[in-house]
């Protein structure tokens, strides 16, 4: 009986902060360019992912409590690593994620060095996406979505062209369809084609669907690197020139 009380209160206070969301996201929404593609994008999606976030950070909250003591016997301090992201309609905001590497030599960020910034334990985070789950607190919030196209770089804003830029139409997400099409392991031009194509075709049924594959890729473990190196290459334009993404 109390295990089912419990759940209520869960459903009940997820239920309450996802009407809050619809409503300020109503309130808030200035004129945008991107025309949402039905009843579903428009409607239910943003109560929705914060209903889902808020319902997910309350049942995962020993897990998360018991990640950040491990982040912190393992990585040492600090067990966070926030940084900014481009948003929707190219909106900074800060991104939270458990860090996964270990600090810089002398406090100088070196790419040649993250394979051996990046321990095993680091590995597993990454591999089991535990290092992410901090982006609940982003999605409550209204910096992102459950599903979208994932969060990149600030300086990224300048190097897209203009069929790339299109991802920032919609708030980015946790997960979308690029991370269930090989993750770190296909081209950024492969990327962003499958983003631009899910801000144009965003539906219940594939929100689902994503969902459900990546926890897939997850359980499979692929894509978690971008070919020999350890952390995704930098996008340096449309160009075809690349160099080590010096962030986590």
Excluded: C
Excluded at 98 to 105: E, N, V, W
């Amino acid at each position: 009986m109390i295990i089912v009380w419990i759940i209520l209160w869960i459903i009940a206070i997820a239920f309450v902060v996802g009407v809050i969301a619809v409503i300020a996201d109503a309130i808030g929404k200035k004129d945008s360019k991107h025309k949402p593609y039905g009843l579903y994008e428009r409607f239910v999606k943003r109560g929705l992912d914060a209903f889902l976030a808020t319902g997910a950070l309350i049942v995962l909250s020993p897990v998360l409590l018991v990640t950040a003591i491990l982040v912190r016997v393992k990585l040492g301090s600090p067990v966070l690593f926030t940084q900014e992201r481009p948003g929707r309609d190219g909106k900074i905001f800060k991104l939270y994620k458990f860090r996964t590497m270990l600090p810089p030599k002398d406090g100088v960020i070196d790419p040649a060095q993250d394979a051996a910034r990046l321990t095993p334990f680091g590995k597993k985070l990454r591999s089991t996406s535990l290092d992410e789950l901090l982006e609940l607190i982003n999605m409550i919030k209204g910096d992102m979505a459950v599903v979208g196209p994932r969060p990149l770089l600030v300086q990224y804003l300048t190097r897209y062209n203009s069929h790339q830029a299109r991802r920032h139409e919609v708030r980015p997400g946790f997960t979308g369809l690029a991370q269930v099409h090989g993750r770190n392991a296909i081209s950024w031009e492969e990327k962003f084609d499958w983003d631009v194509k899910y801000v144009d075709h965003i539906t219940f049924a594939g929100d689902v669907k994503i969902i459900l594959d990546t926890v897939r890729t997850v359980l499979k473990r692929e894509g978690i690197s971008g070919g020999e190196s350890v952390t995704m290459t930098e996008f340096m334009g449309n160009d075809n020139s690349a160099e080590v993404l010096k962030s986590e």
